[in-house]
């Protein structure tokens, strides 16, 4: 069962274990995003007008008005340019620098993550800065242009490279992911709501192989009955402290600076 820890407080056996872990992965989603200012999933703001993601994150909505979808890509990828990494995803990129084995697994298209320094990263759903063609394996990064796109190579259109509900995941990706998260000492799910499938799970199968999981969200999930440890705050507050702490646990000593 969970030991839900109040608010932002991080048990120190947290801390102990990933001070002393060899291999670390962690499951990002939108609520890491959140402090940079892009609006969550299933956040109270909503994400676009009266749309709903899951109405236009699909390949109907595509088929049915390329215009509207690309109008949306490319109103979120303004939000996104607009938006600087926030001390969630600084945190998560100086953990990998401390851990020997970390891999960062993210449900985020936002790339804010690579932006904050993080090197190991694999995009569960894609990037909302590339774009790839519906016929052949073209695929562009994306820079500033707008309206419908079509291929250089091949005439046909270019859709986000994103991977939108009712399609399955790059199969590569999910393997690394799920091995990442079986192998782990310890595996951090920080900022999703835990309820698309199937990053969700991951978890729950680290759970299931007797790992350990901690979960740091601002509000309860369904994950939160299964984690073995459960912080809730932000997580540009919790992660800097997380990193913080391990440092200080991490470098005998430390605690005790000789008078400069
Ligand atoms: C698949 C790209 C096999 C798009 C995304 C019926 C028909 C078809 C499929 C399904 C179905 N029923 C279920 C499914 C499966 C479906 C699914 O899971 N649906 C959900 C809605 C139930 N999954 C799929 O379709 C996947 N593919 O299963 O393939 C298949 C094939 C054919 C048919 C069936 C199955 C593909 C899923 C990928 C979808 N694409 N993104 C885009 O971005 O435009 S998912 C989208 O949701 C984002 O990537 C996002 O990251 C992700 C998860 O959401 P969260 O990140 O968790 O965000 P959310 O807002 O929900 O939560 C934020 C959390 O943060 C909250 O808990 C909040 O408390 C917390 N928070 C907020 N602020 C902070 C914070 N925490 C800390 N600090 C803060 N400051
Ligand atoms: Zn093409």
């Known amino acids: 069962m969970s030991d839900a820890a109040e608010s932002g407080r991080i048990p120190q056996e947290v801390v ?13 989603g939108a609520g890491v995003s959140a402090e940079s200012g892009i609006p969550t999933f299933r956040g109270k703001a909503g994400l676009w007008k009266n749309h709903r993601p899951e109405q236009l994150a699909t390949p109907q909505a595509f088929r049915s008005d390329p215009a509207l979808v690309w109008e949306w890509y ?14 969630a995803h600084s945190a998560l990129a100086e953990m990998e620098n401390r851990i020997p084995h970390f891999v960062l697994i993210t449900q985020n298209v936002d790339g804010l993550h690579m932006r904050a320094g993080s090197g190991n990263v694999l995009e569960m759903h894609g990037n909302i800065n590339r774009a790839r063609c519906c016929s052949c394996d073209n695929r562009i990064q994306l820079t500033d242009e707008s309206g419908v796109l079509d291929c250089a190579r091949c005439g046909s259109l270019m859709r986000p490279d994103i991977v939108w509900f009712g399609e399955s ?14 192998t782990a000492d310890v595996f951090v799910v920080a900022g999703t709501s835990s309820v ?28 939160t009955g299964a984690a073995d440890i459960t912080v ?29």
């Open 74 to 87: 490319h109103w979120r990828r303004g939000l996104v340019r607009q938006a600087d990494p926030n001390p």
């Open 16 to 28: 102990t274990r990933l001070s002393e872990a060899q291999r670390v992965a962690v499951l990002t």
């Open 169 to 182: 995941l790059d199969p590569d990706i999910l393997a690394q992911s799920y091995r990442a998260a079986g």
């Open 232 to 260: 809730l705050g932000k997580a540009g507050e919790v992660l800097p402290e997380l990193v913080k702490r391990m440092w200080e646990n991490q470098t005998p000593g430390s605690l005790f600076q000789p008078d400069r």
């Open 196 to 223: 698309v499938q199937p990053a969700a799970s991951l978890a729950f199968s680290v759970k299931e192989a007797g790992g350990f999981v901690l979960e740091i969200n601002l509000d309860p999930t369904p994950l």
